[in-house]
């Protein structure tokens, strides 16, 4: 079976660590994505598994086969690389065919391996193109073409969409979802762009400064972060997050967030914590513009109104610190202006350590 | 409308006076050319007697027919051509891997090696070591001697070594991907993608080969394996020294200006024709739509 485990993997240059110690399971046919801010080495990990970084400790298993002294070519996997590097010199046939003639498969069997690989991308006219003759949309099929084409245990790919444009990007976001529920290939997937870890993966890993920071299925990550980093990062716009203080009894602990009291949600590690300095989180959509029973009120001053066609963004401030509401607009934005108070659900509140940002979960959220 | 001006005056003289630099450059290098085919087809006396300026002087092809019907001149025309392609050729096998070998970040003490390389830019062990050398090496008077011993160059690999490097990694990195050993990777990729610097350091190697004089001089005594440099050297001092000839001067129909101007022609015609099919690989964009920059 074409899994991927990663046990403690550790990279490192010289005297800097950049992976420390990495444990990760992938599935069989999963679809894994990366995620996480420049630096935080989730290419170096992706690296790492194609053979391209040597691994400076730990042991990396692909398909039951122990690997890390096991050449790229001879582990069986393919990558599709940010800047897609085709070969210039080659037309798309030749780019797509170039795995095929290095291990010396026979020609008849190329061709038609060639016409399979570009019927399922589209690219049956263009066979005969070299690269500088394709749109970008075409070089990024082209290359996974040439990943597809060898049937490899597993696919990386190396933040594949970064340089095309958005249309483009969502497009082929799409594609790439479709050839993974047609292939069944196990499938890593590196990005720092948290809409394409959440629209593309069976599980996201969000990585930051060579850890992981939490595993887990997109949704998971959106409702349950464990700390102010994958709040922050995980979600579009991302969580609001305030420093506040809790107070009230243990029955009702409430939070002052600028001059409003805020109903914070009951949670067993907030009990006798009154004058505990904390992170109160709300995403965006879950600020309401329209009251609701039993939500907390907050009256705010409009910043500016950003309008996305059937959402809208109302920048504002709670005491000094930023805070955004997503809301829906309903084909009209006049209304927005005339917000001035935000309804918060208890419920809906994530609270967070203020000094290891790690979150207090509800109970049943184990 | 009126057309806009984009350039102000200073702009225009600049270029004015760039014109007019490179205009003269351009006939400073181009006269020479001329002057000796002009020599080449003008009468022994006209050149002699130095009339021939810019064009032929009482035109005449005796000069051509003098060298032409020498078998020594096929002979050492053909050693020329045997000197240029057999050592374009192996400087090229050395030069291509060697550079690439020292382009590669993995190649342990790389530092090292590429001083050395670069060492005998600067500094060489001289004439009279490396003539020993060759003796010692038993590559005097050979054909194989003259090709290898003047294969490697260390200008030439460093000018591909720095092209090489200029090659994103990634192109390296997908075809180990793809399943390439380090051979593939350069003869598949890389040389195919640094074709501009190949066909530059192919015509150094060609020119260098082709006028290729001192050490042929120096390491050949058999008059059947001379270059035509040489050659043109030997008839020089053959129609100078020949008193019975000099006696003619003024009624024969070439002279040693001629006669050396028309083999010189002779020389120059193969470079000439092959220029521009090397020319062609001088352009930019070889890369060109195969990453994202």
Not at chain 2, 95 to 104: D, E, F, H, N, T
Not at chain 2, 189 to 197: E, H, M, N, Q
Not at chain 2, 269 to 290: A, E, H, R, W
């Amino acid at each position: 079976m074409s899994g991927v485990v990663l046990d403690k993997i550790v990279k490192r240059y010289g005297a800097a660590q950049v992976v420390h110690g990495i444990d990760l399971q992938i599935e069989p046919q999963e679809f894994v994505v990366l995620v996480g801010p420049s630096g935080c080495g989730k290419s170096t990990t992706l690296r790492m598994i194609a053979g391209l970084e040597e691994i400076s400790d730990g042991n990396l298993t692909i398909a039951d086969r122990h690997v890390n002294n096991v050449a790229p070519k001879d582990r069986d996997v393919a990558m599709v690389f940010q800047n897609y590097a085709l070969y210039p010199h080659l037309n798309v046939a030749e780019n797509i065919a170039f795995g095929l003639r290095i291990r010396k498969v026979k020609k008849p069997e190329i061709a038609k391996s060639v016409s399979e690989v570009a019927e399922i991308l589209g690219l049956t006219d263009y066979l005969d193109r070299r690269p500088a003759d394709l749109s970008g949309g075409q070089r990024q099929r082209v290359a996974m073409g040439r990943a597809i084409v060898r049937h490899p245990e597993v696919f990386l790919f190396d933040e594949p969409l970064s340089n095309l444009d958005a249309k483009l990007r969502t497009q082929m976001r799409a594609e790439i979802k479709r050839l993974h529920k047609r292939l069944g290939v196990t499938s890593i997937y590196v990005t720092h762009d948290q809409v394409e870890a959440m629209t593309l993966a069976d599980r996201i890993v969000v990585m930051r400064d060579g850890r992981i920071e939490q595993i887990g299925r997109p949704m998971d990550l959106f409702n349950n972060p464990v700390n102010t980093f994958v709040a922050g990062f995980i979600g579009s716009p991302p969580m609001n997050q305030l420093t506040a203080v809790v107070e009230g009894g243990d029955d009702a602990p409430f939070a002052t967030l600028g001059e409003t009291k805020v109903k914070l949600p009951k949670l067993p590690q907030l009990q006798g914590q009154a004058g505990r300095k904390v992170v109160v989180g709300i995403r965006p959509e879950h600020a309401l513009i329209t009251p609701v029973d039993g939500a907390s009120a907050i009256p705010l001053d409009l910043d500016l109104v950003e309008t996305l066609g059937s959402e809208a963004l109302l920048h504002t401030h709670v005491g000094d610190t930023p805070f955004v509401i997503k809301t829906e607009t309903h084909g009209d934005i006049d209304h927005l202006y005339d917000v001035d108070k935000v309804y918060i659900n208890a419920e809906k509140i994530k609270v967070f350590d203020a000094e290891t940002g790690d979150v207090f979960a509800h109970p049943t959220q184990g | 409308m009126a057309k806009m001006n984009l350039y102000s005056r200073g702009d225009k003289l600049f270029v004015i006076a760039n014109m007019v630099l490179i205009g003269i450059f351009a006939l400073s290098t181009l006269y020479p050319f001329i002057y000796i085919a002009a020599v080449s087809f003008s009468s022994g006396f006209a050149a002699t007697a130095g009339k021939v300026i810019l064009t032929p002087v009482d035109l005449t092809l005796a000069a051509y027919e003098r060298v032409l019907s020498e078998p020594e001149f096929w002979r050492s025309y053909l050693n020329t051509f045997i000197y240029t392609i057999g050592g374009t050729l192996m400087s090229l096998i050395i030069i291509i891997p060697g550079a690439y070998a020292l382009s590669r970040p993995q190649l342990i003490g790389r530092r090292f090696w590429n001083l050395v390389v670069a060492f005998t830019m600067w500094f060489n062990a001289g004439m009279i070591p490396f003539f020993l050398n060759m003796r010692d090496l038993g590559l005097m008077d050979s054909y194989f001697g003259l090709i290898i011993g003047f294969a490697c160059n260390a200008f030439n690999i460093i000018l591909l070594r720095n092209f090489f490097e200029s090659i994103p990694a990634s192109f390296e990195e997908a075809a180990r991907m793809d399943g390439a050993n380090e051979f593939q990777v350069l003869w598949k990729v890389f040389v195919p993608l640094s074709k501009p610097a190949i066909a530059t350091v192919t015509l150094f190697c060609i020119v260098a080969r082709w006028n290729g004089f001192f050490w042929a001089m120096v390491l050949l005594q058999d008059e059947s394996k001379i270059p035509l440099q040489v050659y043109l050297r030997q008839i020089i001092a053959t129609l100078s020294d020949d008193e019975e000839f000099a006696s003619t001067l003024l009624t024969a129909p070439y002279s040693v200006e001629t006669v050396t101007a028309a083999i010189i022609v002779c020389s120059i015609i193969p470079v000439l024709i092959i220029y521009p099919f090397v020319q062609k690989y001088f352009n930019k964009g070889i890369l060109l739509g195969g990453v994202k920059e």
